[in-house]
């Protein structure tokens, strides 16, 4: 781990029992032209502390602590948005969560306070393997890296068209991985993700010329190349477009993350559109919730950001095991109490269940709750126009479509070569996106009202059931939130002590 360093705008070592550090290399260019591949000398020697303040920091080799906790919740909400598909049969969104989680304990291991790829991953595995385990650590830094410069919830820029972005996005085949808006500069975000074993330079470029969208998007807006490397460790390089700003954070910037959790609040209450990308990252955990039977459904107490200082957090998360406000509210709260105990001590209450065949818990707040059923609702909408429509495309669904009313209906399943395949996939998902086009001022409407009404319900009304109180921490879990999201990790399970 990195050496202690004072308090004056950066953050010290997280002294978490999942913490471990990452190197990462910022630089700025214009145009954007990605630096050269770190010498392994020049990773061993990254030292400088991360700034507290959130935005993109100013040039230089900054060694990051953080947890595998911030790994698994950018993990669990990064990449292409299936909504629609899953939206009636909500049991695969615990499958899909599985899916996003288990590669990475699967190729990577903490050694010390590094995290390497496994000898298996070095050496056992086939080249496909390796070139797809980038593909999804890469979107997985991506995310926890723009996290950690106060960017929002992020899209899939197949899954639809920025605010601002010209018709043509939707007809390009070479776009950026990412994107989304900024909550404090209000501002576009253009990310390209890459990772590999040894990323580099020449697949840095190629992102680099991803980014680069021309009249696709007219609007101002940021470009960042994230690049995920895992030759020896696990490292990254992060290029932005332009000068660094007048005031870049850096070592000695005054702390702004209460400055950052009032926009992000600001943003979520005013802006329909923040509002929507949040429920939409969250969507899955929600349908999960929504697929387990409701006695396994349980209700947990977590502090209010503002009751008590935040001694460690990274990119908004907050570890809970550290959290003062957590602490002092669960010591209020005897074993039998409810919901309303828990919003008479002005806490947060957080609707939580372990997912059957991971060791994760997963949980979000009412009110994101409501906004999140009211998306779900409105994807099967769009799922049942797409269908009715468009009754071709349903040869491309599950041999059973469980249809909105939960009748399953046998489906052919024609033979179709692979590029037929795929070109037919891209042709559904551009109707999906026309679909939403059409539907999205209701769409918005709807997500705010569930926002709402979540807001002010008990947990009883929202799932016909009063859950009963669980301690996670108690059990052996590692817990951390937001204000509106929760996570747990039995501590066990992510086997922290294995051996490269």
């Known amino acids: 781990m990195q050496p202690p360093v004072g308090a004056g705008g950066v953050d010290v070592p997280i002294s978490a029992p999942d913490a471990f550090d990452v190197p990462v290399f910022l630089r700025h260019s214009s145009p954007l032209t990605p630096a050269p591949r770190p010498s392994p000398p020049q990773v061993a020697s990254a030292l400088k502390p991360w700034p507290k303040s959130p935005g993109i920091p100013a040039d230089g080799a900054y060694l990051v602590s953080t947890t595998w906790r911030a790994l698994l919740d950018a993990t669990t909400t990064v990449g292409r948005d299936i909504t629609p598909w899953i939206a009636a049969t909500p049991r695969l969104a615990r499958r899909e969560i599985m899916a996003r989680r288990y590669p990475l304990s699967a190729y990577l291991v903490r050694s010390g306070g590094e995290v390497v790829p496994s000898v298996v991953y070095s050496h056992g595995t086939e080249s496909s393997t390796r070139t797809a385990f980038g593909y999804h650590v890469g979107m997985t830094m991506a995310e926890w890296a723009c996290r950690m410069m106060g960017l929002g919830p992020t899209t899939h820029a197949e899954s639809a068209v920025p605010q601002g972005a010209a018709p043509g996005w939707a007809d390009t085949r070479s776009l950026p991985d990412l994107f989304g808006t900024h909550p404090t500069a209000a501002e576009l975000w253009l990310v390209e993700a890459k990772g590999g074993r040894r990323l580099g330079l020449r697949a840095r470029v190629k992102g680099a010329q991803q980014l680069d969208v021309g009249s696709l998007v007219p609007a101002p807006h940021t470009k960042v190349l994230c690049g995920t490397s895992l030759e020896r460790r696990l490292f990254m390089m992060i290029d932005v477009e332009g000068a660094p700003a007048a005031n870049s954070p850096g070592g000695s910037s005054t702390d702004d993350t209460d400055d950052a959790d009032d926009a992000d609040e600001?943003?979520?209450?005013?802006?329909?559109?923040?509002?929507?990308?949040?429920?939409?990252?969250?969507?899955?955990?929600?349908?999960?919730?929504?697929?387990?039977?409701?006695?396994?459904?349980?209700?947990?107490?977590?502090?209010?950001?503002?009751?008590?200082?935040?001694?460690?957090?990274?990119?908004?998360?907050?570890?809970?095991?550290?959290?003062?406000?957590?602490?002092?509210?669960?010591?209020?709260?005897?074993?039998?109490?409810?919901?309303?105990?828990?919003?008479?001590?002005?806490?947060?209450?957080?609707?939580?269940?372990?997912?059957?065949?991971?060791?994760?818990?997963?949980?979000?707040?009412?009110?994101?709750?409501?906004?999140?059923?009211?998306?779900?609702?409105s994807e099967r909408r769009v799922a049942a126009r797409v269908r009715e429509e468009r009754p071709g495309y349903a040869v491309e669904l599950p041999r059973r479509l469980w249809t909105t009313d939960g009748e399953a209906e046998p489906m052919s399943r024609p033979v179709a070569s692979d590029r037929a395949y795929e070109d037919r996939i891209l042709e559904v998902q551009e109707y999906v996106r026309a679909v939403r086009r059409e539907e999205r001022d209701e769409q918005l409407r709807s997500v705010r009202a569930g926002f709402r009404e979540g807001s002010s319900a008990y947990w009883q009304h929202l799932i016909d059931r009063a859950p009963r109180l669980t301690r996670p921490g108690e059990e052996g879990f590692l817990e951390a939130a937001t204000a509106d999201t929760y996570l747990a990790v039995d501590a066990e399970a992510l086997d922290l002590d294995a051996e490269a």
């Open 266 to 377: 600001q943003a979520l209450e005013q802006d329909d559109e923040a509002l929507l990308e949040l429920a939409r990252s969250r969507v899955l955990t929600y349908l999960a919730l929504t697929s387990l039977p409701r006695e396994r459904l349980r209700v947990t107490a977590v502090g209010r950001p503002e009751e008590g200082p935040v001694t460690q957090r990274r990119g908004g998360l907050r570890l809970l095991e550290s959290d003062g406000a957590t602490a002092a509210l669960r010591r209020t709260i005897g074993p039998e109490s409810g919901d309303e105990a828990i919003r008479q001590r002005h806490g947060l209450d957080m609707l939580a269940a372990r997912l059957p065949g991971t060791d994760l818990m997963l949980g979000m707040s009412r009110r994101l709750y409501g906004a999140c059923r009211a998306l779900a609702d």
